[in-house]
């Protein structure tokens, strides 16, 4: 049976980071939505068009344009064995969608590890996040730095800092989030899915007790 894991949080959790060493430990393939909007904006699509000006202002993308491109995403050959989603689902509408289309795919949501951080942490991590051009690894000017300055550790590919990282819209972002993503945790709770991870700690205490929950659930 193929395993799908959701990962849970607030913008700035740690999230990313902590799919990407999941992901190689697992051995499953790391689906971040927001890398998936990015991708299609930098190539012009007409999703990344589409999306862009929700992402400027730290607004969810429709439901329906996001619905249909996991959809798509998980309909692929890699993801037979399952997946690690990062950013989806964000609101209960694409948990709903999710499951059905788990089903679909004769799988289900095996774990939803809620990587819990305070507002006042979720600023000092985003807006020293540098994140890499060409495959979406992160950094943090102080808590992860790279080896070299500017230049991603995995590609050597250019770091920057992503426009919604910015003081105004990451608060927009974090009030969407709790007013729209934050019942999921509630929502996963019903369904004894939810496993709450403190994601104050440093990195790799925090993929510890992923790992941990984890393998307790599956
Ligand atoms: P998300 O995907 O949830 O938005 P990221 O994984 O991109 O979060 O992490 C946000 C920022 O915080 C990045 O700069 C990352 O390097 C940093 N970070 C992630 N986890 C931790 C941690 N446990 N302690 C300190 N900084 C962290
Ligand atoms: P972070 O982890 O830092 O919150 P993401 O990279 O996951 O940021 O998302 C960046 C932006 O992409 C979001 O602010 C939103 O506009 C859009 N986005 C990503 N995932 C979703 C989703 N599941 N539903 C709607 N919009 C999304």
């Not at 395993?3 to 700035?12: A, D, H, T, W």
């Not at 430990?25 to 007409?46: C, M, P, W, Y």
């Not at 770091?159 to 003081?167: C, H, I, M, S, V």
């Amino acid at each position: 049976m193929p395993s799908y894991i959701v990962l849970l949080g607030p913008p700035g959790a740690g999230k990313g980071t902590q799919a990407q060493v999941l992901s190689e430990k697992l051995g499953l393939v790391h689906i971040s939505s927001g890398d998936i909007f990015r991708e299609n904006l930098q190539a012009q699509t007409e999703l990344g068009v589409r999306a862009q000006a929700f992402m400027n202002r730290g607004e969810l993308v429709p439901d329906d344009l996001t619905i249909a491109m996991i959809r798509e995403r998980l309909s692929r050959p890699d993801c037979q064995q399952g997946a690690i989603l990062d950013g989806f689902p964000r609101t209960p509408a694409q948990a709903d969608a999710l499951s059905g289309i788990l089903s679909q795919l004769g799988g289900k949501v095996d774990v939803v590890p809620y990587i819990s951080v305070p507002a006042a942490v979720l600023i000092e991590r985003l807006s020293g996040r540098w994140t890499c051009r060409a495959a979406g690894h992160v950094f943090h000017e102080k808590y992860n730095p790279p080896k070299v300055a500017g230049v991603c550790d995995f590609d050597g590919s250019e770091l920057y800092q992503r426009d919604d990282d910015k003081a105004e819209t990451v608060a927009r972002r974090i009030q969407v989030y709790t007013d729209q993503t934050a019942p999921l945790i509630d929502y996963y709770q019903k369904r004894h899915l939810l496993a709450q991870i403190d994601g104050t700690q440093d990195i790799e205490t925090v993929g510890q007790h992923l790992l941990d929950a984890v393998k307790q659930q599956r």
